[in-house]
T-cell receptor, first 114, second 112 residues
Framework: GAGVSQSPSNKVTEKGKDVELRCDPI?????LYWYRQSLGQGLEFLIY????????KSGLPSDRFSAERTGGSVSTLTIQRTQQEDSAVYLC????????????FGQGTRLTVV | AQSVTQLGSHVSVSEGALVLLRCNYS??????LFWYVQYPNQGLQLLLK??????LVKGINGFEAEFKKSETSFHLTKPSAHMSDAAEYFC??????????FGTGTRLQVFP
């Protein structure tokens, strides 16, 4: 596709369940980012993949959060044993690996934990 | 590690007035600086960016920002606000690893 695609667009889950959020970056983009957007919190950095390098996981809030990127393309963000405070919009972005390159964002997945 | 501070979570201006959204950054290396805009119920899109060269950067919709190294600032301005400028604006910084860090955002309201 022409842009970054995220699925599902909305997800409602029960507390304690696991969820998987998917991101399809723009073809050829080697950099992929996950952010969490909560009301009043801005965009919280979660994890950053760059080509074949080890991902920068420094933003993951707890060990319940993990992400992988298969074949340098599609990425999945997994949240285990969801909590109500995990409710937020999860945004994925991708960019070409060039200095100062623009990051292109998907529309996000709105996660609601009930 | 780089970081961004946006002063003022909400800014309100009258239509036709100057818009000034503040951004200060911290970076141990020469930074790359960005402003993104998020219109209601839409995704984030790039407004403008500074990488190297001219410190005054012009973006879409009449916005511009000036990189001031001595002040570690990258404030966003527009001479005359329009109703359609109402949105949330995010400042971001990256270094030579391309890791992109955002500020907490500033919501701009424009009154008629």
């Amino acid at each position: 596709g022409a842009g970054v695609s995220q699925s599902p667009s909305n997800k409602v889950t029960e507390k304690g369940k696991d969820v998987e959020l998917r991101c399809d970056p723009i073809s050829g983009h080697t950099a992929l980012y996950w952010y969490r957007q909560s009301l009043g919190q801005g965009l919280e950095f979660l994890i950053y993949f760059q080509g074949n390098s080890a991902p920068d996981k420094s933003g993951l809030p707890s060990d319940r959060f993990s992400a992988e990127r298969t074949g340098g393309s599609v990425s999945t963000l997994t949240i285990q044993r969801t909590q109500q405070e995990d409710s937020a919009v999860y945004l994925c972005a991708s960019s070409l690996h060039k200095t100062g390159g623009e990051a292109f964002f998907g529309q996000g997945t709105r996660l609601t934990v009930v | 590690a780089q970081s961004v501070t946006q002063l003022g979570s909400h800014v309100s201006v009258s239509e036709g007035a100057l818009v000034l959204l503040r951004c200060n950054y911290s970076s141990s290396v020469p930074p790359y600086l960005f402003w993104y805009v998020q219109y209601p119920n839409q995704g984030l899109q790039l407004l403008l960016k500074y990488t190297t060269g001219a410190t005054l950067v012009k973006g879409i919709n009449g916005f511009e920002a000036e990189f001031k190294k001595s002040e570690t600032s990258f404030h966003l301005t527009k001479p005359s606000a329009h109703m359609s400028d109402a949105a949330e604006y995010f400042c971001a910084v990256s270094d030579n690893t391309d890791k992109l860090i955002f500020g907490t955002g500033t919501r701009l309201q424009v009154f008629p």
